[in-house]
């Protein structure tokens, strides 16, 4: 039986050629995924900046604040006791 187990686990082992394969395919995935998380940085880069643009055109283009000429400017009021 030590014969047939030894024979079994021979079998089980894959070939040189065939670990060699596999870890090229890993390789190649590793660097589509790489590429992927790229794009991916590229891409909220590029979305921050477009936002930053936008809130950037939105101050320049927002009418100037004006206070109403009824409204008196505003006071800081404190809790002292007047006497």
């Not at 014969?3 to 060699?20: F, G, R, Y």
């Not at 190649?28 to 880069?45: D, H, I, P, S, Y």
Request: net charge negative.
């Amino acid at each position: 039986m030590s014969t047939e187990n030894l024979e079994q686990e021979e079998q089980k082992a894959p070939s040189k050629e065939e670990v060699i394969n596999f870890f090229q395919e890993q390789i190649e995935v590793k660097r589509v995924q790489l590429e992927l998380q790229e794009l991916n940085t590229a891409l909220a880069v590029g979305r921050a900046e477009e936002l930053k643009a936008l809130s950037f055109i939105a101050q320049i283009t927002a009418p100037p604040k004006e206070e109403e000429e009824d409204e008196e400017p505003k006071t800081s009021r404190s809790l002292k006791k007047e006497k």
